[in-house]
């Protein structure tokens, strides 16, 4: 019996709106909740700036690996994220 592997396309990047969207609908808003106080307190001004400003998110950028990483999100989470704000148009 053959094996039958499943890819899903993780977009590179994706937009603000799409990236807020998909953290308020992972958990009822919770999240968004947990990246919005982070952002506000984070000690690093660019970052701040970079969040509210950008005209996208991309996957690689080393200011999300930095949330990331102080959000405790695993990697898979991230795509699961992307994947879902991906879907929103």
Request: hydrophobic fraction near 50%.
């Amino acid at each position: 019996m053959a094996c039958q592997v499943r890819w899903t396309f993780v977009p590179k990047r994706v937009s603000p709106a799409q990236a807020e969207i998909a953290l308020h609908r992972y958990d009822d808003g919770v999240l968004l909740g947990q990246v919005n106080a982070l952002i506000d307190a984070f000690p690093y001004e660019p970052v701040r700036i970079w969040w509210r400003e950008a005209t996208y998110i991309s996957r690689d950028h080393p200011y999300l690996a930095a949330l990331v990483i102080e959000l405790g999100l695993a990697d898979e989470t991230v795509d699961v994220l992307l994947i879902a704000a991906g879907k929103i148009s």
